[in-house]
C-alpha cells in the first residue's frame, strides 16, 4: 500500500471517529405539551415545565439498588424520560 493511500486511510478514520464522537455528545430533545425537554436537564427544571409524569417507576439492578427513574407522559404520544442523579439522561418517545 503507498504512502497516500495510507494517508487517505487514515484521515477516513479520523472523520469516522470525529463523527460519532460528535453524535456520544449530541442531546436528545422532546416537545411534552408544547414545552421543549433535553437531556441534560434537572428533574426540577421538568416538574417545573411540564408537571408531574403520568407514571414514575424506580430503575433497579438485579440486587435491588435504585439506578434511576423513568418518568412516562401519555399525550398524543407516550414520552418516556430517564432520570439518573436527579438529570434527564434519554428520552424516548412512542
Same mark, same amino acid.
Not at 46 to 54: S, T, W
Not at 76 to 85: A, D, E, H, S
Given at each position: 500500500?503507498?504512502?497516500?493511500?495510507?494517508?487517505?486511510?487514515?484521515?477516513?478514520?479520523?472523520? *469516522?471517529?470525529?463523527?460519532?464522537?460528535? *453524535?456520544? +455528545?449530541?442531546?436528545?430533545?422532546?416537545?411534552? =405539551?408544547?414545552?421543549?425537554?433535553?437531556?441534560?436537564?434537572?428533574?426540577?427544571?421538568? *416538574?417545573?415545565?411540564?408537571?408531574?409524569?403520568?407514571?414514575?417507576? =424506580?430503575?433497579?439492578?438485579? +440486587?435491588?439498588?435504585?439506578?434511576?427513574?423513568?418518568?412516562? +407522559?401519555?399525550?398524543?404520544?407516550?414520552?418516556? *424520560?430517564?432520570?439518573?442523579?436527579g438529570?434527564?439522561?434519554?428520552? =424516548?418517545?412512542?
Amino acid at each position: 500500500m503507498c504512502a497516500h493511500s495510507r494517508r487517505a486511510i487514515a484521515m477516513i478514520r479520523f472523520a *469516522l471517529l470525529m463523527m460519532f464522537a460528535s *453524535l456520544a +455528545y449530541a442531546s436528545e430533545t422532546t416537545r411534552i =405539551d408544547g414545552t421543549i425537554v433535553t437531556t441534560g436537564m434537572t428533574s426540577g427544571e421538568v *416538574l417545573k415545565r411540564v408537571g408531574e409524569p403520568d407514571a414514575r417507576e =424506580d430503575v433497579q439492578n438485579k +440486587y435491588g439498588a435504585v439506578l434511576g427513574q423513568r418518568w412516562e +407522559y401519555h399525550g398524543k404520544r407516550m414520552v418516556t *424520560l430517564w432520570v439518573r442523579f436527579g438529570k434527564v439522561e434519554r428520552i =424516548d418517545e412512542e
